[in-house]
């Protein structure tokens, strides 16, 4: 019922009109060609999945706002479904019913999943329930659940990539081949928009790996060094100026990249320092670190870009057992002061909004990179201890 009414509490589609629906429509069609030859920001998974569901719109009297709920409805399912999986490891570890009740309600009841939902992108719930369940499975030593998961996250949509080390880096053994599987995973899922129109796919995809908007989002870190410029957008009839902060291309077009690197880098820091496999909290600290990263650092992050965070937390506070998932609470709280109510509109100014995100996100950072620092680090006895226990 919750994912239901979550679904279905879109009142406009977002971006889904000039991003998913085109693809989306032709598979419901059954035009494999006009499927191929679209060219939606993400991958072919989460079109796949909410095709069935968005079907069933035209039981009745069917409206773009209809289609775009029913397709949603499976993506907020995956989160509702990674939060039933996390209750029931919590409770195997002892948490008391009200916290896997708290665990189940906010995988689904938080600012971020409203936002995936309002602004037309309900893919980023199911890529970030792939990606945090991927982990999750990972840090269980379920290595074929893991390479299925992970390569479906890689499917579904392109950010995913970033998840790939802290998952891999969980494992005890076998992490080529774990990500191998992935990636065979991934390749099989898109099989159909590659043979469909091979040229068409590798030009949408060299596209989506360079940012082409110059100007920054108020949520991202590159916000407060951009130029300004002034555009006129037209609200209610009347042209107001909108003043916006610009970047060079030249930085724009290698941003994506760039974040990319940088956090692979970070990962095998932290592998190297913190030592292999990764045990739990440093799987988790890890993946909340790129993640953030990701956030932040891309220059056109929105509140839904961070649902993934969002879920690390959740899922690092299940595995941990303590009575309420107090990480989750934090993040689910900061996210609605930030996104929900001191925006611009309310603040008066983009500035001072630009200002609080960047001092939330480096004080989140912050308390990430404290938390590899205040734990030690394994013993390679106690990792040989693993590994012979397991085999």
Known sequence: MLSVRAAFSATSTGDYRFDAQPALTALLHGNLHAFALARPAMGDLSLLVRAPFAELAYRGDATTLSVYRWGALPCVLSVALLGLWLARIARSRGVGLVG??????????????????????????????????????????????????????????????????????????????????????????????????????????????????????VWSWWWPFGSNGTRYVLIEGARVPVTLHRFPRALLASLHSLIIILDAVIAVVIAKVRGLPLRRDDAFALMAVVLLLRCALDNQTMPYYHAPLFLDLLAWDALTAKRLPLRALSGALLSWLVFDRLTPSFLGAAAPSSILYGISAAVVLALLVRSFITTSPPSRQRIAGRLSLSA
């Open 100 to 217: 896997q009740l708290l665990i189940v309600a906010l995988s689904v009841l938080n600012p971020l999943t409203s936002s995936a939902i309002a602004l037309g992108h309900p893919e980023e719930l199911l890529t970030a329930s792939l990606c945090i369940g991927a982990l999750v499975a990972a840090l269980k030593q379920r290595a074929v659940l893991t390479i299925v998961l992970l390569g479906l996250a890689l499917a579904c949509k392109q950010w995913s990539v970033v998840t790939i080390l802290p998952t891999l880096f969980a494992l005890e053994r076998g992490r080529f081949r774990a990500l191998v599987g992935a990636l065979a995973v991934a390749a099989l899922v898109t099989v159909p928009e590659v043979v469909g129109s091979p040229s068409t796919y590798l030009r949408n995809q060299l596209f989506l790996a360079h940012e082409h908007m110059t100007e920054s989002s």
